[in-house]
T-cell receptor, first 116, second 110 residues
Framework: ETGVTQSPTHLIKTRGQQVTLRCSSQ?????VSWYQQALGQGPQFIFQ???????GRGNFPPRFSGLQFPNYSSELNVNALELDDSALYLC???????????????FGEGSRLTVL | QKEVEQDPGPLSVPEGAIVSLNCTYS??????FMWYRQYSRKGPELLMY????GNKEDGRFTAQVDKSSKYISLFIRDSQPSDSATYLC??????????FGTGTRLLVSP
């Protein structure tokens, strides 16, 4: 069973640039969530994707956007980067069924973004 | 006021000690109460979850929820150096869209 994989693991950008982070969900999982974890803080929910549609969003501006693909992998895009966007971006996959709802989140190791 | 408050630590204990980690919360809608463990440079992994008041045991770990006081705890018995990590409480109305605490860094010395 393949776990959640994220790429790239580290990247450095400058203010105003755009970034795309990628996530492959765990085998059998159809739901992907993205979280932002600033240094010394807990993860903050950005949004969730299910059936290629956004299914819930946290308190993040529209310059944070995402996609989910038919194979359930996902991308997180951040436009007009700001210094405060420096953080670990975590992807978590889970399984959603009509009977049981959405189950436990399985996190990847994250993509560490530094904005200079 | 944050929805979930957690003492960031660090908490340093000797091997074999009993560890108590705590969170308070303000949103009565939370029904799922979880504890995640995060090792350095890794993603969080789910340790335990519960959706009722009371205690739940799993080996050396006990999760405790008091909904009336909006207070949750994680106890670790016979702590080991391998338990050294950051422990995050996470609350939600389900398994998704979780609200995390800031995390408590635990250091267990041999």
């Amino acid at each position: 069973e393949t776990g959640v994989t994220q790429s790239p693991t580290h990247l450095i950008k400058t203010r105003g640039q755009q970034v795309t982070l990628r996530c492959s969900s765990q085998s059998g999982h159809n739901t992907v969530s993205w979280y932002q974890q600033a240094l010394g803080q807990g993860p903050q929910f950005i949004f969730q994707y299910y059936r290629e549609e956004e299914n819930g969003r946290g308190n993040f501006p529209p310059r944070f956007s995402g996609l989910q693909f038919p194979n359930y992998s996902s991308e997180l895009n951040v436009n007009a980067l700001e210094l405060d966007d420096s953080a670990l971006y975590l992807c978590a996959s889970s399984s959603t069924t009509a009977q049981a709802g959405t189950g436990e989140l399985f996190f990847g190791e994250g993509s560490r973004l530094t904005v200079l | 006021q944050k929805e979930v408050e957690q003492d960031p630590g660090p908490l340093s204990v000797p091997e074999g000690a009993i560890v108590s980690l705590n969170c308070t919360y303000s949103n009565s809608a939370f029904q799922y109460f979880m504890w995640y463990r995060q090792y350095s440079r890794k993603g969080p992994e789910l340790l335990m979850y519960t959706y009722s008041s009371g205690n739940k045991e799993d080996g050396r770990f006990t999760a405790q929820v008091d909904k009336s006081s909006k207070y949750i705890s994680l106890f670790i018995r016979d702590s080991q150096p391998s338990d050294s990590a950051t422990y995050l409480c996470a609350l939600g109305t389900g398994f998704q869209k979780l609200v995390f605490g800031t995390g408590t860094r635990l250091l267990v010395s041999p």
